[in-house]
């Protein structure tokens, strides 16, 4: 006889079905019941090798957000292979200091955007060589894969918050080494070192070390030389010392007497410069118009020249009139 069926047990295992197959599909469609979270896509044309599925997004170093997915896209009309990454964003790790700013993502990504905002991909670590997505302001740099391009030639959902992207460092370098001229790089390479060659090969470079020796021999003996004048010269340097040192001493013990005497030298001149200054006012006062002596001199002086007068008016009559001294002048 077979067992009998348990209807609970068939009951309860159909429910724990209903339940994780409820639980699998709100994970895996979180984004639909969780409004803080947006979708984001970055498109790089480089190699992504490194980055998973749940690499951390980071908005200046702070983690908003994850990778959500991934794929490989050939553009039909130039060829190009793309890898549009996609992204889950939480919108509230990253906060307005307006609490009643209700702007949409998209726009403000669109004004940070236009300051520069730019996703790059970068190391997590240096041992384990996974990458993550940064997202950084780099002002002026190039809006490579941005919405206006993206959207115009995929079709990609209006709600998709796209940010434009850099290169990374190391592509940076590839791409300079690519631009560079490697056969004429190699060119010059070659030129430097035939240059080197010839310049080794010279006579003239051969001879240079006995050229080198012969000179350092030239300074040895100048320098023997040297020493032996010196030598020669110690005992008149000495000598030349000593004389000096007693000149000092003997300016030192005279420098104070003819200090004293130079002062009274000093107010010897300073007193007879006072007295020429007074002689100096006081003829200057003799000379002036003001002054009695000037004007007694002046009076004598008139006196003077009349009695000259006088004295030539009688020279003049007796010249005439002889007899004058005894008859007296004639009317």
Do not use: C, W
């Amino acid at each position: 006889m077979s067992k009998p069926t348990n209807a609970a047990a068939i009951g309860a295992f159909v429910v724990g079905a209903f339940l994780i197959l409820f639980a699998m599909l709100f994970l895996l469609s979180g984004d639909m019941f969780n409004r803080n979270i947006d979708r984001g896509l970055v498109v790089f044309d480089g190699s992504i090798k490194g980055l998973n599925v749940g690499a951390p997004v980071a908005f200046k170093g702070v983690p908003i957000g994850e990778v959500s997915g991934f794929d490989v896209v050939v553009d039909s009309d130039t060829y190009e292979v793309l890898t549009p990454v996609l992204l889950r964003i939480d919108r509230t790790r990253v906060r307005s200091t307006d609490e009643d700013d209700d702007e949409e993502s998209a726009v403000a990504t669109n004004i940070l955007v236009q300051r520069g905002l730019r996703a790059q991909l970068q190391l997590q670590s240096l041992l384990t060589g996974l990458l993550y997505v940064q997202l950084d302001f780099y002002p002026g740099s190039e809006e490579r894969y941005n919405a206006e391009m993206l959207r115009s030639r995929y079709d990609i959902d209006e709600d998709v918050i796209i940010v434009p992207t850099v290169p990374t460092d190391l592509e940076r370098l590839t791409q300079g080494l690519q631009e560079l001229d490697l056969a004429e790089l190699a060119r010059d390479v070659s030129d430097l070192l035939d240059g080197i060659h010839k310049i080794v090969n010279d006579e003239n470079t051969q001879a240079l070390p006995q050229q080198v020796s012969a000179t350092l021999l030239a300074i040895e003996d100048l320098s023997r030389n040297l020493d032996s004048e010196l030598a020669a010269l110690s005992p008149d340097v000495s000598q030349l010392l000593a004389s000096t040192s007693e000149t000092m001493e003997t300016l030192n013990q005279d420098i104070p007497a003819l200090s004293a005497d130079a002062d009274q030298a000093l107010q010897d001149l300073s007193r007879t410069l006072e007295t020429a200054q007074q002689a100096l006012n006081n003829m200057e006062y003799l000379l002036s118009d003001d002054s009695a002596v000037l004007h007694d001199l002046r009076k004598a002086a008139n006196e003077m020249s009349a009695a000259g007068r006088s004295l030539q008016s009688l020279a003049e009559t007796l010249e005439t009139q002889p007899e004058a001294l005894i008859r007296g002048k004639r009317q």
